[in-house]
């Protein structure tokens, strides 16, 4: 970057910022201003990110820095490199402080930020500095964090429903004359299909695009720095740019959004796409606008492309469960991380890093997500998800390994999903209950539970479920505190009629399971 004295504005672009037309960038004169971008270690090692995360956020970065230089933007652009070196800043704060000293802007301007450790750690620098600091509305969003503090504004509990159908009306989306199409705001009842014993058949294909030179070199750096971090990236083929991101969009709304509905809580072994959008990592990266994805859907509804439980589903995902999510980290963050309202203590089990397990529907999820740095809603929240729930896991271990091992993960959307959603850490404040279910589950929708050595119709004995028994474990472990809930009232009733005999071999059986007896391949 050419000196330009008096800087006027230095703009903060973070990882998860590559927009162009980003509010931070309105106004924005190249005789004046300029862009910084940094990549820091802190960034991959807080939580110990996997190497497809890693290569998905670096490589991102870069091609975002192209573009901002081939619009004449100045830019000071900070590289990791493959080895440490001695003026590299392990922390964005640090490097971001040492600019600020040298660069001397009158004032920093950024898009607010999706992260509330990063938000406080930029915050307390620029102010240190004695620099003005202007934090611009995120236009990603169809909604502001002050739109949904309104919102939850007296409610004791907050429920995706009722925000979504107010969104539905305000943005006049899936409605005819004000009402909404096919004379129901919600079709999840009608998504929840699994694909039966004949399986998916043929998928549509992935959409991939092969690592170009810089993509290359940032694997070759990951490589080599980040050995030793989880998963692997022989796989590696997210989109990286806004092109290729539109690209996913075209081919998703083309392929899989017409099955999407149907199909999108079925599981099948060994098959780690199937019909989902593969799009949340673009979407987080803000290399899509979430606009332009609702409106893709729901143009391939009204052309007849796709049925509504489809356009809908999906579109509820987009316009109502990102903004919710959004939402509720920002209205209850700080303390929100510290959540643990199930007292959970276990540690996270060792093999979630490496995935070697006996239990075949985990073994499947954990190795596709360190292959991939990906798994879908369903593998998340009812396969590794319900386990954790289930053994009682301190939900900050597994919020920490939802962000470290997806490349999707961004903190203001994962922490709600993870402690909130899947672990009931927040006390029901999302959720009206906890998702809890047996192996049955699993088997049902498409687990590979033929080929387990466990059996999800057993409780108790050496062949006996790991999920189905700590399912009934975690009943009777919570059973005063569900008896409260009235979702609860016919599980908690199951409980009661269990002999003193079963629930006894039942504790046994989950203390060897959460002792680490069981599980472990």
Same mark, same amino acid.
């Given at each position: ?24 960038? /309105? ?27 890693? @290569? ?34 392990? &922390? ?27 938000? *406080? ?62 004379? $129901? ?39 080599? $720095? ?27 709304? $083309? ?53 509504? *439980? ?46 070697? &397990? ?5 073994? /499947?999820?954990?190795?596709? &997500? ?34 470290? @091992?997806?490349? /999707?993960? @961004? ?51 050496? *062949? ?12 009777? $472990? ?25 629930? *006894? ?17």
């Amino acid at each position: 970057m050419k000196p330009i004295n008096p800087l006027r504005n230095l703009v903060v672009v973070l990882g998860d910022q590559l927009d162009l037309d980003a509010a931070a960038f /309105d106004g924005f004169d190249p005789t004046l201003d300029a862009v910084w971008m940094a990549e820091v270690a802190e960034e991959s090692t807080h939580v110990g990110s996997s190497k497809q995360r890693i @290569v998905m956020f670096l490589s991102a970065m870069r091609h975002f820095a192209q573009a901002l230089e081939d619009m004449g933007r100045p830019l000071r652009y900070h590289r990791m490199n493959a080895s440490a070196q001695p003026s590299e800043k392990s &922390t964005l704060a640090l490097q971001l402080q040492a600019d600020l000293d040298s660069l001397t802007p009158q004032k920093v301007v950024m898009t607010a930020p999706g992260e509330h450790r990063l938000w *406080q750690a930029i915050q307390a620098v620029v102010h240190g500095s004695g620099c003005a600091l202007e934090v611009r509305e995120d236009r990603h969003f169809f909604t502001t964090v002050a739109d949904f503090s309104a919102h939850a504004k007296g409610r004791k509990a907050l429920r995706l429903e009722y925000f979504y159908r107010e969104l539905r009306q305000r943005f006049d989306i899936l409605l005819d004359q004000g009402k909404p199409v096919g004379g $129901r705001w919600n079709f999840d009842a009608d998504n929840r299909e699994s694909f039966g014993p004949q399986g998916p058949g043929a998928v549509p294909p992935r959409a991939c695009f092969a690592p170009d030179a810089i993509t290359q070199e940032v694997i070759a750096l990951v490589q080599q $720095r980040f050995a030793h971090h989880p998963g692997s990236l022989e796989s590696f083929a997210w989109p990286l740019t806004r092109a290729q991101a539109l690209e996913s969009l075209q081919l998703f709304i $083309r392929d899989r959004l017409p099955l999407f509905g149907r199909y999108e809580d079925a599981l099948w072994p060994g098959e780690p796409w199937l019909y989902h959008s593969h799009l949340s990592a673009a979407l987080n990266l803000k290399l899509l606008n979430a606009r332009e994805v609702v409106a893709a859907a729901e143009s391939a509804y009204r052309a007849g492309h796709a049925p509504l *439980q489809s356009a809908e589903g999906f579109i509820r995902q987009i316009l109502g469960w990102r903004e919710y999510v959004r939402g509720i980290y920002w209205t209850h963050m700080p303390s929100y991380i510290e959540r643990n309202a199930l007292d959970a203590q276990q540690n996270l089990p060792a093999w979630f890093w490496t995935g070697d &397990t006996d239990m075949a529907c985990l073994k /499947d999820a954990i190795s596709q &997500t360190l292959k991939h740095g990906y798994a879908h809603h369903i593998q998340r929240l009812m396969v590794t998800g319900l386990y954790t729930l289930l053994l009682g896991v301190h939900p900050k271990q597994v919020h920490e390994w939802y962000l470290a @091992v997806y490349v /999707d993960a @961004v903190e203001w959307v994962e922490l709600p999903n993870t402690l909130g959603m899947s672990q009931y850490g927040d006390g029901g404040l999302m959720a009206s209950k906890p998702y809890v279910a047996t192996g049955k589950y699993i088997q049902r929708m498409g687990g590979p539970c033929g080929s387990c050595r466990y059996n999800p119709a057993l409780r108790e004995g050496d *062949q006996a479920c790991p999920f189905t028994t700590l399912y009934w474990d975690f009943l009777i $472990r919570h059973e005063p505190l569900l008896a409260q809930n009235a979702r609860m009232a016919l599980q908690v009733k199951n409980v009661a009629r269990m002999s003193p005999a079963q629930r *006894q071999a039942v504790l046994l059986r989950a203390q060897d399971i959460q002792a680490g007896k069981v599980g472990a391949a």
